[in-house]
């Protein structure tokens, strides 16, 4: 069985830096891409960045880039997401997931080629 759990979420001052991480389990995490995404309240889910299969090229969207970093590590079979200098519009639930095949170069533009999603955790950004 596929699982995908997130932790790291809480409530940080602006400026401040989080660190998310993705455990996954029941599968290598390496063999596809794992995304993350987040939705705030009253808007859609939104795709934050992705880190490709075999440990490929990763992406961000433009509003975290510079901000955000993603990183794997296989031997843990994780899928860390360390958020620097965040904002108050960071605020949302968090969610990762992976996507339905391998993928060599990755994207969060279409969260339907992700599946297994996780639970979710909580990120707050506010003085």
């Known amino acids: 069985q596929v699982q995908l759990v997130e932790s790291g979420g809480g409530l940080v001052q602006p400026g401040g830096s989080l660190r998310l991480s993705c455990a996954v389990s029941g599968i290598s995490a390496d063999v596809y891409a794992i995304g993350w995404f987040r939705q705030a309240p009253g808007k859609e889910r939104e795709g934050v960045s992705c880190v490709s299969s075999s440990n490929g090229p990763t992406n961000f969207v433009d509003s975290v880039k510079g901000r955000f970093t993603i990183s794997r590590d296989i031997a843990k079979n994780t899928v860390d997401l360390q958020m620097n200098n965040l904002r108050p519009e960071d605020t949302a639930v968090y969610y990762c997931?992976?996507?339905?095949?391998?993928?060599?170069?990755?994207?969060?533009?279409?969260?339907?080629?992700?599946?297994?999603w996780g639970q979710g955790t909580q990120v707050t950004i506010s003085s």
């Open positions: 997931a992976r996507t339905k095949y391998p993928m060599i170069l990755c994207t969060v533009d279409h969260p339907s080629m992700f599946e297994d």
